[in-house]
């Protein structure tokens, strides 16, 4: 195996730690201060009436703040995986290009949408 072919390894290797270090932060957050905060589904959502998010009908995204800084799209994903997401856009800076804790994640459905929000702490 060439020296080039070891770096590479050693780098998938270490992406990947820091990958599951990312998302090992994320699961933790969420056990200890139930901070996932899918807190409504944007677009100027209201709050109702019971303090709960309002949707919007058609409209499967919410916002979720409190992110980990260190976790990743994929990291958020795998957060959601029950709930069949579609895209995830994670705001960063635009000056920086690192992330800003928060994100819109798109659902494939309300279904999706809905469990997500039940996951809210």
Not at 12 to 21: G, K, P, T, Y
């Amino acid at each position: 195996v060439s020296t080039a072919g070891r770096d590479t390894s050693k780098q998938l290797q270490q992406q990947r730690q820091q990958q599951q270090a990312a998302a090992a932060g994320i699961q933790q957050q969420h056990d200890e201060q139930q901070a996932t905060a899918v807190a409504a589904a944007s677009h100027g959502n209201e709050q109702q009436s019971n303090g709960g998010p309002q949707k919007t009908p058609g409209y499967n995204v919410a916002y979720v703040g409190n992110i980990a800084f260190e976790a990743g799209p994929a990291d958020i994903s795998a957060l959601f995986a029950e709930c069949t997401v579609t895209k995830v856009r994670l705001h960063t800076d635009k000056d920086t290009g690192k992330s800003k804790g928060y994100a819109h994640v798109h659902f494939a459905d309300e279904a999706g949408l809905d469990r997500a929000m039940a996951m809210s702490g």
